[in-house]
């Protein structure tokens, strides 16, 4: 009697292996795919958060004026980063630039204090910068506000969304596929425990009793196939400076990293309990000489 017992524990874990298997697989193609995904849209913020607006002083203006109105624009929640440039700063940069002495030439150093600012990536439309524009040049003592050609800008800004929409598509592609394959498979595996959910009817089991295990244990399976995919993608991500890909952490990050590991984790669990619930409400469902089909 040990025997088949033993047998049929052995099968169990053979089929409970093959899905979890299969289940890695679809969620490392799928984490695979988020990765690229988050690292776009990370890399496409850090392109957009380099777009410069420089502000340039009147004459007039000291170089304590202009630090206060440097310091009025790096309180502003449009704002990423904001530098003062003094006028002895900005002769010297233009003598790196060009090579050319105005303080010699002229005299006096005939440039102005400047304000260099960096803006937030949700105010890198044109239109948002525009109004920045605008409201940074009525600032009493701002002679010029310089900001990025608007065509550019807005090139920038339609190559970024094609990009994320492309992504997006793929990303959902691959989880609809993901959930067919991790469907099928787990299908499969309860398909082959037909007739002991059948016996357990038999012998006045309700609906319940008889799914709850098979959901719990295929939801486990799920969660576990997730921290394996997540395992293999976060060792690849720690060994990427070696291969050569020194910007992919930089790219992703560590935290973006452990939120995509944990949405795999989620995910192949909620997947594997659907469908193990699916499966076997199919099975409750079907009379003795049916389950032979």
Known sequence: MMKPQKEVRISNWAAHLTTGVSVTLALLTLGIIALIWIAAANESRRVMEKIEISVIMADSVSDNRALEICEAIRQQPFTLHAVFISKEQALRNWQQATGEDLKRTFGVNPLSPEVAFTIKNEYTSSKAISKIKDAVAKVEGVAEVGTPDNEIIEAMNANIRRLTLGLTILAAVMLVISFVLINN???????????????????????????????????????????????????????????????????VGWYSLLAMAGALVVVGSLICALAAALATTRHLGQDYEELFK
């Open 185 to 251: 498979t787990v299908r499969l595996s309860i398909y082959s425990r037909r007739f002991t959910i059948h016996t357990m009817q038999l012998v006045g089991a309700t609906d319940g009793f008889i799914r709850r295990p098979f959901v719990m244990a295929n939801a486990l399976v799920g969660a576990l196939s997730g921290l394996v995919a997540s395992g293999i993608i976060a060792a690849f991500f720690a060994v990427a400076p070696g291969l050569g890909l020194d910007s992919l952490q930089r790219m």
